[in-house]
Nanobody, 115 residues
Framework: QVRLVESKGGLVQAGESMRLSCTASGSIFGLSAMGWHRQAPGEQRELVATITGANITNYADSVKGRFTISRGNVKNTVYLQMNSLKPEDTAVYYC?????????WGRGTRVTVSS
């Protein structure tokens, strides 16, 4: 089993920054790509950013240039640096990974951006 735990989100004003972290634990041998998704109220969950084991990154168009995904020195931790936040970034953010064909998700952390 793989456990993913996100850091606590919070409330920020538009234009401010926030960094989320996610740490994987458990049976994580072979852990490679990790990512962040988000789900806004009344919307479907959507991809935000991913990072491979080789640190190749991919971003949703809506966050390109504002968000940065990175890994810690220990590869079981992934960060999401969110700059220039907008009210439309308000969502529950989920960390995820796929390991040996199974998808694992964190419980999510709520980020609210006020205008």
């Amino acid at each position: 089993q793989v456990r993913l735990v996100e850091s606590k989100g919070g409330l920020v004003q538009a234009g401010e920054s926030m960094r989320l972290s996610c740490t994987a634990s458990g049976s994580i041998f072979g852990l490679s790509a990790m990512g962040w998704h988000r789900q806004a109220p009344g919307e479907q969950r959507e991809l935000v950013a991913t990072i491979t084991g080789a640190n190749i990154t991919n971003y949703a168009d809506s966050v390109k240039g504002r968000f940065t995904i990175s890994r810690g020195n220990v590869k079981n931790t992934v960060y999401l640096q969110m700059n220039s936040l907008k009210p439309e970034d308000t969502a529950v953010y989920y960390c995820n990974t796929r390991l040996f064909g199974s998808d694992y998700w964190g419980r999510g952390t709520r980020v609210t951006v006020s205008s």
